[in-house]
Every structure is written in structure tokens, then in C-alpha cells.
């Protein structure tokens, strides 16, 4: 029956693809300044599905069959875009000459790359605004990425998991967690340059693609400026300084073009304390038109980076200290150290094969990828907690001490933490020193490390069966082998560190040497092998005043755990290899859209998506053995998109209302915990969870005069929990009461009451109103003004199941657990509303043939301070405790959060030979 329904509009397009009288039109785009043609650029008249593109001479010549106003839109990377009205009557239309002129802002793509860097300073800041929407015109979208992407804002509330990055159409999202790795090809921003965005779940030509959207980054020498670029920054955000230099040679008589770019980034500390910054690029392209149809093109790619990373802070800490506080460094012999730092290096190579003809367009890639990701931490044995935020070394401790508040000690610990807040690194040599250790390690500095390596093939095709009719195709298949350890990096003087769990007192592996030196693998290692197979299908139709698509797609993942150490906490299955995972699952999306007129259009888009769960959140605590989240279930999108599309010559928009539920998700989290089951690290699995998405964006753009344009932006979104999530948690070292526990360690602690919670997706209200002033003369000036509000801190779920009524020294509920008193203390409260004001601006010469271009910004003029995110703790995960942790009004685990940057500005001058 499906594939009845989905030949009959191609049934109807082949009926109305014959017999209509179509009509040229044509003209030529030129370069204002120099007068020279400009080829490849993209004509396309607004509402439309077809693109034409302008010859090596600049000239268009379109065939079409409408009637009535329209509006034609010119548009070229690095150049500003053109709208022109016009009146289609059924006679030729010679447009003549049309000039572009070069657009003095393009810098802003460099300014949103210094947002992005500061979005993965820490894994929890994961927006999906950043990055992901460098290339799109829409006024809405281009607000979330440059002006409400520094609060961590999430359009529609998504996670970057749900939109794809591809380079050269070969997928780049992370198996392990589905994102993309923008490290793996950062600070090479003059390569990257040409993207190709889908809006989300619009029809792309290269993938299905993610609800989010997706964005094709085409690397080709070929479709990139030739020529000389030389570029400098200075910024205060997570990098001082940057310089870039990107050579492109363009195509010459015997087909060949090739490119090289490098760059170089650093900072001894970003805006957050003791954040360095040391990352340096290099990629190079060497393309081959081996004629009209024909290409080949090789690219290689390192881009490494080191980063000082920051930790979430309580409102104590902060209020002590400032909203750029980190605890994770010190002074060694006065230099910064970071303990926490991560560093990204996975080099890629990649071949692609392109044939292109009117009539069919195939892209074929194969992907190389191998490389590590490393991240630092202190460990400490038997030895007090180094981090100098720890819980016990501030006033808040003493004053909710449960023997009663000491009021003199918490002075004198505020006086402590405010002379010394940051880490003492030479008292971690000296107490390693103590001859009481003998040699043996009391505190030490390790890297958990993932050394991936991953090969990809993928095919996407785009057949045009007639005027009408195109149908889009791909497959891919690839494969991940990555392996998992912690590394010993220092043992700060000691002779060797004791590789055994202080919790449990037993070894963490059975069959090798206890003791362990700098350099050794130790604590954990096992590996994992993931398969992805996927093929697509797409069908795009226009029938004039409507217009359509149909997608599916097929998924097959494989997933399994192979264990290399033998671990004496889960001897029979921490070793060797797991029952391999498998997923097949299928996916559905169409869209249909309406031209009331030339300039006024409304669409419909749905999709029912099966997905496998991430790769992250099917093993219970894969460090240590190969067990298998309990009724571990595939995970279902759907969602469905309404849009309204305002083209007219001067006034520009779209209204959309969304609605997307997520339905069976699984979530496991890690951390210790005090509950009425007992205290220990514990893994919290999270089952049959629900999420709901709902909300409208707003996006209008207004051309007041030639050189000033309004701007207004709204987003209103409601993202919650849509479901009583089962919890199961899982105890490390079985301190809970065993009659609680089933054989394999497993607890059923039940539903978590959390329907209708908010989400802490970022901020689910959000205004702009910018305004822009282009002079004649080349430079131009633009201010935006920011509202967000209703952002939430992620909730603690172990604290919302029937265990935080159970008093562990009765096994009873404490009989002050009433659902008034309990709802008090889990009120879940939203976190600061706030206002940013930035300013951009820039000036343009052309001087001898080189073109020069300086851009700035000033982010939060007005140094307002807000929180971007954060989480409550689940230390406390009985009434009992939280209540009495509440009493003083600072709580000693109080809900950490993450701060966004105060006023910050960023300055890019660029020279074009």
C-alpha cells in the first residue's frame, strides 16, 4: 500500500510535466567592483524547489511555466545576497546585467567559531545553535546561532545529536553519542566555507538528515575562492590569539586545483580561570576535473587541540569567589595547570569521486579516521579530596554539620577558601613524598582515553527523471573500533600507584601487575566495536502551486563490548566479549508545500523515526563489565512542523509551530550517592523515558531603507519530561542491602515521578530585536538586543523515586515525608531570566587587488551575569539528609551550575590576495 501511495505523485508529476508553455528568463551576475563574472552562483526564484547556477561567463538562462509576482534570488559565498522582484506574464524576461557586491560581513562566520569553541569547553554545554547553522540565511536561525547561542540556547530544544554534520556528504556525527566533533576540522574556517544547510526535516540532497537539519560542508578546491588569505584575531573568549593562512589555486588548464590551509590558536587562560588554549590546524585538498562529468578529490585534515576544561560551581562557591571560578587548576613553579584538561587529535583522510550531469549527480566517499581523545583528572587513595571547592573545606559544611552549626569553623573556612581557592600542587608531591607511603601513590594525575578508529564508505545520488520529478538516494556503511583506558600521565613523585579499588579493596584487573608506573594502562580497558549500515530514498515533486517530498530510511546498528581487563568486582563478566546489540530500524518523512502566491507559501512536514539507542547508554558501567541496560528498547521521534513563509520585497519572515515527542529514550548516569538504600557509587539507568517538544518561532527581517534594516526574533517553546521514567540502578561495590539487590547487582527503584518537568535544554523563551546599518562607503554596523528566559538545571531523578522516602536506619519512610514537604524541597525552580545587548561591525577595502576585510563584536555589552545550565546533585538522595542539608538556606550540595561569559569582545582582520 505505501508504495502504491508513493508512485501516485509521481503518476500525477508525469501528467503535468508535458504540455506546459514554459517561459526564459536570463541575465548575467557580475562583481560590482571589478565588473568580472561570477560563476557558480545560485538563482533561484523564492518558493521554488529548483536551483540553477550561473555559467563559467555568469550568465542563467531558466525555463519556467508560472505566472504572477515573484521574487528572484541571487546569492554567492562571500558576497551579499540579492533579491529581485519580478512579474512573470508569459513572455521572456531579460534581467541583464546583475551586480553583487561582496559582503563585508562574512567575518561573522570566524566570530560564531569562537562561540563554538566555547560551547565544548565543557561536555555538558552542549548546544546545538553553534556551528550547525554557520551557512543559513534564515533571520531566526542566524539570531539562535549568533546571538542566543551564547546562553547555551537549543533551537526547538534539540540536542546536536538530532541535526548531521557531513563533509563532502559522508556523515561526521559521533557513533558513541551521535554528535559531531567539530574539533576534528577546527580553526580551518577558510575550507569549510561552503555549506549547504537543510532547515529541519526539509529535504536535503545529500542525507535523510536529523530532525534538526543538516549541513553539508563542501571541501572542494574547486567551489572555494581561489587565491591568497591571510588572517589575525585577537578575542577574550576561550582563545587570545589566532593567526590563518589558506592558499587555494583554483582550477588550471589540466583540470587540477589543490588548497592548503593551517592555522594556530592559543590562550594561557580564556575568559574562565586557568582555561588554556593550544590547538593548531592543518588539511590539505588536491581536486581533479578529470572532464565536464568527472572529479576526484583527496582530502587530508589535522586539526589538534588542548584546552584547560571548567567545572560547574555551586552558588556558595561563586558567591565566595565570581562566576569565573575554576577549581581545576593551580600554580605550578607560576605557570597555570590544569587538571582537567582535554585533548582532541584525530586526523582524517578522505577520497571522494563526483560525476555530475543535468541529468544525475553521484558523490561516492571513503572515510579514514584515527585518533584519541584524552581527558585529565586527579585520583586520590586513601588521602583527603584535593579539589579545593570540595564539599568539606567550605562554611556550608560546618554550618549544616548534623552535630549543629559551628559558626566560628565556617569563618574560618570562608577566610581559608578565599586566601587560597585554587589547587596546591606541590602538596600533592609532598604527600606522595610522606614516607608513610613508601613509594606508593597517594594522589596522581591520569587520562581517560578513547582511541577511536573508524572507516566510512557512502554513496548519494540525485536523479532528475523529469522537470518535475527528482529522486534523491544514498547508502552508507561504517565501522568503529574504539578503545577505552585510563593511562597513568604523573605519579607526582611517587614510585608506583596501587591498582586497587579504595571502595571495595579489590583489584581492578586479576590477570596483570598490581602495581602500576607513569605511562601504564590501569583502572579499566575494554573495547568497543560498532556497525552502521544505512540506505535512503527520497522523492521531491512540483506540481506548480504545490509541492512535495517522501523519504525513507533504513537502519542496521551492531553494538558490542569486548573486555580486556578482568575485574575482580564483576570476575565473570567483565572479560571478553558481550552479546553483540542489534538494531534495525526504519524512518519516515514527507512535507507538502502550498504558494498561496508567488510571495506567500505554507508547508506541512511530519516524520516517525525508529532509532537505536546511542552507543553511550547501552551498557550499564562498560569500565567494568559487559552488562546490558535492563529492557533496553529502541527510541521513537515524532514530529510534525507547520510553516508560514512571508517573500516580499522588503519584508521577509516565517512563523513555524512544532511538535516533537520522544518516546522510549534510555539515560545512565553516574555519581555517588547517600539514599535510603544505602551510600556508594552507584550507575542510575533511566527507562522508558518520555520527552516532549512543543513551541513557535518567529523570524521577520525588514529592509527599512538601502542601508538599514530591522530585525525582530521569537522563540517560545514548552520542553518536558512526558513521562514517569523506570529507574534502575546498579551498585558498584554491593554496600546496599543485599535482599534490595537482584544476582547481577541490579536495584528497581520503580518510576521517577518527573511528568511535566521542565527540561534543561536551554532557555525556552527567547527575543531579539537587532537593527543594521550597511554604509555605501563599506562598512556597516549592527546592534541586537536579547531576552531569554525559562532555562531550567537538570533535575536529579533518584530523588523523585520511592527510595528518597526511606530512612536507611529504619528501612521505614521518615514520617516527615509528606508530599507537601517533599514537593517543597524538589520544587524544581527555573534560572535567571536575563538581557545581552552585542554590537558587530566591520569595514572593507579594495586596494591594489586585495581585498581587505575588518570584523568586531562585543558579546554582552553590558557585562550582565547569568547562568547558561547546570544540575542538581544527587549526594543527597534521602529526605532525610536533603531536608536537613536545606535548613540553613545553604545547602552544602546545592545544585551546581554553569555561567555564561560576561561582556567578551572578538577582532578579526583578513587580507585576500
Not at 562561540?115 to 540565511?137: F, P
Not at 574556517?189 to 542525507?207: F, P, V
Request: charged share 20%; proline share 3%.
Amino acid at each position: 500500500m505505501l508504495k502504491g501511495i508513493a508512485f501516485i505523485p509521481i503518476f500525477i508529476c508525469f501528467q503535468l510535466s508535458f504540455g506546459q508553455a514554459r517561459y526564459p528568463i536570463f541575465g548575467k551576475v557580475l562583481d560590482q567592483n571589478t565588473q568580472e563574472p561570477i560563476s557558480g552562483a545560485s538563482v533561484i526564484i523564492e518558493g521554488e524547489l529548483e536551483e540553477y547556477n550561473t555559467d563559467t561567463d555568469g550568465g542563467f538562462y531558466l525555463e519556467i511555466a508560472l505566472s504572477g509576482d515573484y521574487i528572484l534570488r541571487i546569492a554567492y559565498r562571500d558576497y551579499e545576497e540579492k533579491r529581485l522582484p519580478i512579474m512573470l506574464e508569459g513572455n521572456e524576461l531579460n534581467l541583464g546585467s546583475i551586480y553583487l557586491q561582496r559582503d563585508i560581513s562574512v567575518e561573522k562566520q570566524d566570530n560564531l567559531i569562537t562561540l563554538t569553541d566555547a560551547e565544548l569547553l565543557d561536555d555538558e554545554g552542549t548546544s546545538n545553535s553553534l556551528g550547525l547553522l554557520q551557512s543559513t540565511r534564515d533571520i531566526f536561525l542566524s539570531r539562535a546561532a549568533f546571538d542566543f547561542g551564547q546562553a547555551f540556547f537549543r533551537v526547538r530544544g534539540y540536542d546536536a545529536q538530532q541535526g548531521e554534520v557531513l563533509l563532502n556528504g559522508v556523515l561526521m556525527n559521533k557513533i558513541y553519542d551521535g554528535r559531531p566533533q567539530w574539533n576534528n576540522w577546527g580553526g580551518l574556517n577558510d575550507i569549510t566555507r561552503n555549506q549547504q544547510y537543510t532547515n529541519g526535516l526539509e529535504a536535503s540532497d545529500y542525507t535523510f538528515g536529523g530532525i534538526l537539519g543538516n549541513t553539508n560542508i563542501n571541501l572542494r578546491p574547486s567551489g572555494l575562492r581561489p587565491g591568497l588569505r591571510l588572517s589575525t584575531s585577537a578575542s577574550n573568549r576561550t582563545y587570545n590569539g589566532r593567526i590563518m593562512a589558506t592558499y587555494n589555486s583554483g582550477i588550471t588548464n589540466k583540470g587540477l586545483a589543490y588548497m592548503v590551509s593551517s592555522s594556530r590558536r592559543w590562550a594561557k587562560e580564556g575568559f574562565v580561570d586557568g582555561t588554556l588554549y593550544d590547538a593548531y590546524s592543518l588539511s590539505g585538498l588536491l581536486e581533479y576535473k578529470i572532464n565536464a562529468k568527472n572529479s576526484l578529490l583527496v582530502t587530508g585534515i589535522i586539526a589538534s587541540n588542548r584546552r584547560g576544561r571548567s567545572s560547574a560551581i555551586t552558588e556558595e562557591v561563586s558567591g565566595l569567589r565570581s562566576n569565573t571560578y575554576n577549581p581545576y587548576w593551580g600554580l605550578q613553579d607560576g605557570k597555570i595547570r590544569n587538571s582537567r584538561e582535554r585533548r582532541i587529535s584525530e586526523p582524517l583522510v578522505m577520497l571522494n569521486y563526483f560525476y555530475e550531469t543535468d541529468a544525475l549527480d553521484i558523490s561516492i566517499g571513503a572515510l579514514f579516521q584515527k585518533g584519541s581523545q584524552n581527558k585529565s583528572r586527579l585520583g586520590y587513595f586513601n588521602a583527603p579530596n584535593p579539589d579545593p571547592s570540595y564539599y568539606r573545606y567550605l562554611p556550608s559544611f560546618y554550618i549544616n554539620s548534623p552535630i549543629g552549626a559551628n559558626f566560628i569553623s565556617a569563618e574560618e573556612a570562608k577566610i581559608t577558601f578565599q586566601e587560597s581557592p585554587q589547587l596546591k600542587w606541590q602538596k600533592l608531591y609532598d604527600a606522595n613524598s610522606s614516607s608513610s607511603q613508601n613509594g606508593k601513590a597517594a594522589y596522581l594525575l591520569y587520562d581517560d582515553v578513547v582511541s577511536d578508529t573508524q572507516f566510512t564508505v557512502n554513496l548519494n545520488g540525485n536523479l532528475k527523471l523529469s522537470n518535475k520529478i527528482n529522486l534523491g538516494f544514498g547508502f552508507m556503511n561504517r565501522y568503529l573500533k574504539s578503545e577505552n583506558f585510563a593511562e597513568l600521565n604523573d605519579l607526582f613523585g611517587a614510585d608506583y600507584h596501587e591498582d586497587i579499588d579504595p571502595f571495595s579493596n579489590t583489584r581492578n584487573n586479576l590477570v596483570d601487575d598490581v602495581q602500576k608506573q607513569e605511562g601504564e594502562t590501569f583502572n579499566y580497558s575494554y573495547e568497543y566495536d560498532a556497525k552502521e549500515i544505512k540506505v535512503y530514498t527520497q522523492l521531491t515533486f512540483d506540481l506548480n502551486n504545490w509541492k512535495g517530498f517522501l523519504a525513507g530510511q533504513f537502519i542496521d546498528n551492531q553494538f558490542l563490548r569486548n573486555g580486556i581487563f578482568q575485574n575482580e568486582r564483576f570476575p565473570e563478566s567483565s572479560k571478553g566479549e558481550s552479546t553483540t546489540m542489534e538494531f534495525s530500524n526504519f524512518g519516515i518523512k514527507g512535507g507538502l508545500t502550498h504558494s498561496i502566491t508567488g510571495r506567500h507559501w505554507v508547508s506541512l512536514q511530519g516524520a516517525l523515526i525508529n532509532k537505536a539507542p546511542l552507543l553511550q547508554n547501552v551498557f550499564v558501567n562498560p569500565r567494568e563489565s559487559n552488562n546490558i541496560v535492563p529492557d533496553l528498547q529502541k527510541e521513537t521521534i515524532s514530529t510534525i512542523d507547520i510553516n508560514y513563509f512571508l517573500r516580499m520585497p522588503n519584508l521577509t519572515g516565517r512563523l513555524t509551530g512544532f511538535y516533537t515527542r520522544f518516546q522510549n529514550n534510555t539515560d545512565v548516569n553516574y555519581f555517588f550517592v547517600d539514599s535510603g538504600l544505602g551510600s556508594d557509587f552507584v550507575q542510575e539507568v533511566l527507562t522508558d523515558l518520555d520527552k516532549l517538544h512543543m513551541g513557535i518561532e518567529l523570524g521577520l527581517e525588514y529592509q527599512l531603507t538601502s542601508t538599514f534594516k530591522l530585525s525582530m526574533v521569537t522563540s517560545i517553546g514548552k520542553y518536558i519530561y512526558a513521562s514517569d521514567p523506570n529507574v534502575t540502578i546498579n551498585f558498584d561495590t554491593a554496600s546496599a542491602e543485599e535482599e534490595l539487590i537482584n544476582v547481577d547487582g541490579f536495584k528497581e527503584l520503580g518510576p521517577a515521578k518527573i511528568k511535566d518537568l521542565k527540561l534543561a535544554q536551554g532557555p525556552q523563551k527567547a527575543f531579539a530585536f537587532g537593527m543594521e546599518y550597511r554604509d555605501p562607503k563599506y562598512w556597516w554596523v549592527g546592534m541586537t538586543a536579547n531576552y531569554l528566559a525559562n532555562n531550567y538545571a537538570n533535575i536529579s531523578t533518584i530523588t523523585r523515586t520511592s527510595s528518597f522516602y526511606l530512612d536507611p536506619e529504619t528501612g521505614q519512610n521518615f514520617p516527615e515525608a509528606t508530599e507537601e514537604n517533599v514537593n517543597r524541597l524538589l520544587r524544581q525552580k527555573p534560572l535567571d531570566n536575563f538581557y545581552l545587548l552585542n554590537l558587530v561591525g566591520g569595514k572593507s577595502w579594495l586596494k591594489k587587488g586585495k581585498y581587505i576585510g575588518l570584523f568586531f563584536s562585543v558579546n554582552n555589552l553590558f557585562d550582565a551575569k547569568f547562568r547558561t545550565g547546570g544540575y542538581e546533585q544527587s549526594r543527597n538522595g534521602n529526605f532525610g539528609q536533603l531536608q536537613r542539608d536545606n535548613l540553613s538556606g545553604s545547602p552544602s550540595f546545592a545544585p551546581k551550575y554553569w555561567y555564561g561569559y560576561g561582556r567578551t569582545y572578538f577582532l578579526n582582520l583578513a587580507v585576500s590576495f
